[in-house]
């Protein structure tokens, strides 16, 4: 496999260059470019060409979202469809996360998670997948199941893929299934439920409730509530 090219564009000197630090230990990740403001990064994105863009949201001349847009455009006029955005951000508001994807972002990385996970998101979107943050994944679940306004959406069209089950998961289902009660719990955790609304509304105690959610996330392999539902629904466990 070839390596993957990056364009860093990020205004703080010191995270610019530890993430460059961090991807270049991976001998399957070059960065080829960095800049630190909208200007000059639009226009290296132009002339770089490179697989994928890391783009900071708070850039000092012009917000990373425009400049997403601004190169979407660059990209429609010219037919370059070869370098996909992934936006890195603290700001997990709707506002932010719904402007990102309307504008062409590819994917959606939240800066205080590792820097393996990064990796990981980088490779996912260079691929052709959509890396949602499990920070803002509800958002985008919500979008998806009422679809964005339309002067929200964007005017080439875009479908955004979380994290579906891989074969090996899919394996661990078919030996571990799910309970009919887990599957009811499941469905409540997509329905943004807590454990102890869960349980009011099964008449069960929140300790069964626990073990439940705990037998959940082994069998679908997911860190945490959000990653369940999103694999959940991605996997049509959940309609």
């Given at each position: 496999m070839s390596e993957i090219t990056i364009v860093l564009i990020e205004d703080h000197d010191l995270t610019r260059m530890g993430l460059k630090a961090a991807l270049q230990s991976n001998n399957m990740l070059k960065v080829i470019g960095e800049?630190?403001?909208?200007?000059?990064?639009?226009?290296?994105?132009?002339?770089?060409?490179?697989d994928v863009a890391v783009v900071d949201i708070g850039l000092p001349d012009m917000d990373g979202i425009e400049l997403t847009r601004k190169f979407r455009?660059?990209?429609a006029?010219?037919?370059?469809?070869?370098?996909?955005?992934?936006?890195?951000?603290?700001?997990?508001?709707?506002?932010?996360?719904?402007?990102?994807?309307?504008?062409?972002?590819?994917?959606?990385?939240?800066?205080?998670?590792?820097?393996?996970?990064l990796t990981e998101?980088?490779?996912?979107?260079?691929?052709?997948?959509?890396?949602?943050?499990?920070?803002?994944?509800?958002?985008?679940?919500?979008?998806?199941?009422?679809?964005?306004?339309?002067?929200?959406?964007?005017?080439?069209?875009k479908t955004v893929k979380i994290e579906a089950l891989?074969?090996?998961?899919?394996?661990?289902?078919?030996?571990?299934?799910?309970?009919?009660r887990e599957l009811e719990i499941l469905e409540l955790i997509v329905a943004g439920c807590s454990n102890g609304q869960i349980a009011e509304k099964l008449?069960?105690?929140?300790?069964?409730?626990?073990?439940?959610?705990?037998n959940i996330l082994n069998k679908l392999c997911a860190d945490d509530r959000t990653q369940a539902a999103v694999r959940a629904l991605r996997s049509g466990l959940v309609a």
């Open positions: 800049a630190a403001n909208a200007s000059k990064g639009l226009k290296l994105l132009e002339t770089a060409k490179p455009e660059y990209q006029e010219t037919g370059e469809s070869q370098t996909k955005i992934l936006v890195l951000t603290m700001d997990h508001t709707e506002d932010a996360v719904l402007a990102a994807f309307a504008a062409g972002a590819d994917s959606y990385y939240m800066k205080d998670t590792s820097i393996d996970k998101a980088i490779q996912a979107t260079h691929g052709g997948n959509s890396w949602i943050d499990p920070a803002i994944a509800n958002v985008v679940l919500q979008q998806m199941r009422q679809g964005l306004p339309n002067n929200q959406l964007s005017e080439q069209p891989p074969s090996e998961y899919e394996q661990v289902l078919e030996t571990y299934p799910l309970t009919q008449y069960i105690t929140v300790g069964t409730v626990k073990t439940h959610v705990r």
